[in-house]
Nanobody
Framework: QVELVESGGGLVQAGGSLRLSCAAP????????MGWFRQAPEQAREFLAR????????VYADSVKGRFTIARDNARNTVYLQMNSLKPEDTAVYYC?????????????????????WGQGTQVFVSS
């Protein structure tokens, strides 16, 4: 439904930080609840965080609570994932995703199947 493009991945030392961005050229994201997921080699896609249309509500996976922050700036048409205190086990490809335009924030949950649009992913590697 909407083309998403992630950026900001790269190599970082354990304990460091990265800020990922998700943009949608030519489309407006404010109508969509948004989420961040990651997938490590040989692992299932893992939910990390989601955010409501206005940004007033957020939900985090236990594995990233207190370390990661999801945010959005609808004026800039961008969704962010601030990652602090990174660990080697955070190494993965990170994806942003958009739910259906009319989906309720509560109904989409954490299931990747409830997200209709995905970016290509950005690689994050955390060295020890």
């Amino acid at each position: 439904q909407v083309e998403l493009v992630e950026s900001g991945g790269g190599l970082v030392q354990a304990g460091g930080s990265l800020r990922l961005s998700c943009a949608a050229p030519g489309r407006i994201l404010s109508g969509y609840p948004m989420g961040w997921f990651r997938q490590a080699p040989e692992q299932a896609r893992e939910f990390l965080a989601r955010i409501s249309r206005s940004g007033s509500s957020t939900v985090y996976a236990d594995s990233v609570k207190g370390r990661f922050t999801i945010a959005r700036d609808n004026a800039r048409n961008t969704v962010y994932l601030q990652m602090n205190s990174l660990k080697p086990e955070d190494t993965a490809v990170y994806y942003c995703a958009a739910a259906r335009l009319l989906a309720s924030f509560g109904s989409i949950g954490n299931d990747p199947l409830n997200y209709a649009s995905w970016g290509q992913g950005t690689q994050v590697f955390v060295s020890s």
